[in-house]
């Protein structure tokens, strides 16, 4: 299930924007990303070719199962990274941008020992 990092980016956006908003369309992408819509256009093409996504007859995206999984994934990421790296004194500005970077690179192994590391930082308060 490994797939590029943009494509990572959109599903996790689109997650992001369902969670807020409900229905996504392509221009709540675009306005979200600050890309041109024809990028996303782009984009939702290759998603929906790859079975992450699918577009009903309104324009309406919403996540397939392979493509909530990846997003769901990246989210936990992104969260656990990035209020970690706050809690450790870093601007959150700084601490989201990083997190975003960190997020598609990091070992599922390595993530796992953050993770644990975090919880047990927060039991022994």
């Known amino acids: 299930m490994k797939i590029q990092e943009s494509a990572e980016n959109y599903l996790e956006t689109i997650y992001m924007l369902q969670k807020r908003k409900g229905q996504v369309r392509s221009i709540d992408i675009a306005n979200e990303l600050s890309f041109s819509k024809p990028s996303i256009s782009v984009a939702i093409k290759n998603l929906k070719a790859g079975g992450y996504v699918a577009v009903d007859g309104n324009g309406f995206i ?19 990274l990035s209020d970690w790296l706050t809690a450790l004194g870093v601007d959150p500005k700084t601490a989201a941008e990083d997190a975003c970077r960190v997020e598609h690179v990091i070992s599922a192994e390595t993530f796992e020992a953050i993770k644990r590391h975090v919880a047990g930082s927060k039991a022994s308060l």
């Open 62 to 80: 919403t996540l397939c199962p392979p493509g909530l999984e990846i997003a769901q994934k990246i989210y936990e990421r992104h969260t656990l």
